[in-house]
């Protein structure tokens, strides 16, 4: 991936069958990093309430926030397409407020798109951001900003009607113009399905392999994060300990005196100290 990555080049990707990453990030130096080992697609969270901000939902996440994170990860992804997460009760007021809402993550947040949860019953507000010009990603299946009504952080459409329900939602966002779709927990048949049934890219997280993409959170999948472990995460590095064991060492050389050696040290010239005998 040299060159910018955008809703354009991710939509194309789907044509060509090549497969999407996408992984969240929430600070600059992080963002950096996963643009340079080559991610197509930084994702800011509103994940990044429990993961960066220590809450137990992600239902406290404010515009504000996601404003002030979107802004680092924008100055660090040279090339990956920067997506900002919509935070909870900031498109479920009015159009407008959506609107308003949405501009700012763009116009001060430098992202490229942002992310809604939900189907037929947001219709009125995606269609209106993609009228105001701003590139919408869908999110159905598990949708966490919606834990208290689901009784849980489950997975979603196992059923008929929940099935036949994403199956409807997922072809009327398509409809509606959004630019791919997130789909969070939800059984693999069902994640192959609609990933079949529609011409925009999928990206899946617990939804098995058949999607057109991929997502984890960053903190997850490093095992940096430890209050949640769901089935879906792959750990591909312990960081999280070899963060810990850095910080030992670090903790046991001040104490010891090791730390820091001279070659840390600035160091005045023999003459100026003479002078100051
Ligand atoms: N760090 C982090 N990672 C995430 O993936 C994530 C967040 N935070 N915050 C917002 C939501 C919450 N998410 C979650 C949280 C828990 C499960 C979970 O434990 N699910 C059960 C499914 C149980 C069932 O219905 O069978 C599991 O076993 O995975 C899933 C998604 C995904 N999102
Ligand atoms: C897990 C992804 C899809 C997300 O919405 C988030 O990180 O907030
Ligand atoms: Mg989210």
């Given at each position: 991936?040299?060159?910018?990555?955008?809703?354009?080049?991710?939509?194309?990707?789907?044509?060509?069958?090549?497969?999407?990453?996408?992984?969240t990030?929430y600070?600059?130096?992080?963002?950096?990093?996963?643009?340079?080992?080559?991610?197509?697609?930084?994702l800011?969270g509103d994940s990044l309430g429990m993961v960066m901000?220590?809450?137990?939902?992600t239902?406290?996440v404010?515009?504000?926030?996601?404003?002030?994170?979107?802004?680092?990860?924008?100055?660090?992804?040279?090339?990956?397409?920067?997506?900002?997460d919509?935070?909870?009760?900031?498109?479920?007021?009015?159009?407008?407020?959506?609107?308003?809402?949405?501009?700012?993550?763009?116009?001060?947040?430098?992202?490229?798109?942002?992310?809604?949860?939900?189907?037929?019953?947001?219709?009125?507000?995606?269609?209106?951001?993609?009228?105001?010009?701003?590139?919408?990603?869908?999110?159905?299946?598990?949708?966490p900003?919606?834990?208290?009504?689901?009784?849980?952080?489950?997975?979603?459409?196992?059923?008929?009607?929940?099935?036949?329900?994403?199956?409807?939602?997922?072809?009327?966002?398509?409809?509606?113009?959004?630019?791919?779709?997130?789909?969070?927990?939800?059984?693999?048949?069902?994640?192959?399905?609609?990933?079949?049934?529609?011409?925009?890219?999928?990206?899946?997280?617990?939804?098995?392999?058949?999607?057109?993409?991929?997502?984890?959170v960053?903190q997850?999948?490093?095992?940096?994060?430890?209050?949640?472990?769901?089935?879906?995460?792959?750990?591909?590095?312990?960081?999280?300990?070899?963060?810990?064991?850095?910080?030992?060492?670090?903790?046991?050389?001040?104490?010891?005196?090791?730390?820091?050696?001279?070659?840390?040290?600035?160091?005045?010239?023999?003459?100026?100290?003479?002078?100051?005998?």
């Amino acid at each position: 991936m040299d060159k910018k990555y955008t809703v354009s080049s991710f939509m194309q990707s789907k044509v060509k069958g090549d497969k999407i990453s996408m992984l969240t990030a929430y600070d600059y130096s992080t963002a950096k990093l996963l643009d340079e080992a080559g991610v197509e697609c930084l994702l800011v969270g509103d994940s990044l309430g429990m993961v960066m901000l220590g809450y137990d939902s992600t239902l406290k996440v404010t515009v504000d926030d996601m404003v002030h994170h979107t802004k680092a990860v924008a100055r660090g992804a040279k090339r990956a397409l920067v997506i900002a997460d919509m935070p909870y009760l900031s498109y479920h007021i009015s159009v407008e407020e959506t609107i308003k809402n949405a501009g700012r993550l763009i116009q001060e947040g430098d992202a490229q798109g942002v992310k809604l949860e939900g189907g037929e019953e947001i219709l009125d507000k995606i269609e209106a951001l993609i009228k105001a010009q701003i590139p919408v990603l869908g999110h159905l299946g598990l949708t966490p900003q919606s834990v208290n009504m689901m009784g849980g952080y489950k997975v979603q459409g196992k059923s008929e009607e929940q099935a036949k329900q994403l199956i409807a939602d997922a072809k009327l966002l398509e409809k509606a113009g959004v630019f791919g779709i997130v789909l969070e927990c939800v059984p693999k048949q069902l994640a192959d399905h609609i990933s079949k049934s529609i011409s925009i890219p999928t990206i899946g997280i617990g939804a098995g392999n058949g999607c057109d993409g991929q997502v984890l959170v960053i903190q997850d999948m490093l095992g940096m994060y430890s209050d949640l472990a769901p089935k879906f995460v792959k750990r591909y590095k312990n960081t999280g300990e070899t963060m810990k064991e850095g910080v030992r060492e670090y903790i046991q050389e001040v104490k010891s005196g090791a730390f820091p050696e001279d070659k840390h040290s600035f160091m005045l010239k023999d003459d100026v100290l003479e002078k100051l005998y």
